[in-house]
């Protein structure tokens, strides 16, 4: 794919460090398929779009690198990955192998506020769903998530699932506006939130399996309408 611009704005902040700014900028337009699988990612034209040198750019595209999400090749360019199926296999397993211990420990402990927490972020998903809003959507639907692991104190786990999730995220947003998947994932989180304030383990822990197991059920017909995301882009 031919060098585009860089999409949307960036206003750095000078409080935090350029690189972790550059790469969660560049990787949530990568994991929200903003930049597409063979976008070209050139070191000179992202130093004039974040109005930084070379080196916080080389640095951020490594670290995207190690994700799976760009492939680099030096001395030549940088562009964005296809679809790494086995990575996004792997992170499902992991996720759902602490997500069903997370339900799990959070109908033993039920803790107080969770309730509500997540009767919110089921009324905020709904709205956006009405508004066919699938961004605001998608950001309560991550939200929903982080909300148990933060409740079953297990916060360290989180990032290092969303770490590793670079890949099947990227499916997951295709997956979204398809065959009312949008409306699936409510009704999911509801039996969660529901399962969890009954203190019913196994009911929640199937609905958990359930939840996110969705994605790659669907993985042919995703190759199927999305080719290009999920195999190799053409040779340079």
Known sequence: MALQPMPGAFSLDRSRNATAQVFE????????????????????????????SITPIRDALLRLEEERLVDIYPQHLTRVSAIDLA????????????????????CQRRPPTLDGALADLLARQRMALERDDLETFA???????????????VADLWHLVRRLS???????????????????????????????????????????????????????????????????????
């Open 25 to 52: 900028h560049l990787r949530e337009k990568i994991v929200t398929n903003v930049l597409e699988p063979g976008t070209v990612l050139a070191r000179q034209q992202l130093a004039d779009y974040f109005k930084l």
């Open 87 to 106: 990575s996004a296999r792997q992170a499902h397993v992991l996720r759902l192998s602490v997500e069903l211990e997370t339900a799990h420990q959070l």
């Open 139 to 153: 950001r309560a639907d991550l939200e929903f998530h982080q909300t148990l692991y933060m409740a079953a104190d």
């Open 166 to 236: 670079g890949n099947l995220d990227r499916l997951r947003r295709l997956h979204l506006p398809l065959n009312s998947k949008a409306r699936r994932i409510l009704d999911d989180h509801g039996e969660i939130a529901g399962a969890i304030a009954a203190g019913a383990s196994e009911r929640a822990r199937d609905a958990v399996r359930r939840h996110l197991s969705g994605t790659l059920s669907e993985l042919d017909a995703l190759r199927e309408k999305y080719p290009d995301f999920v195999l190799p882009p053409a040779s340079i």
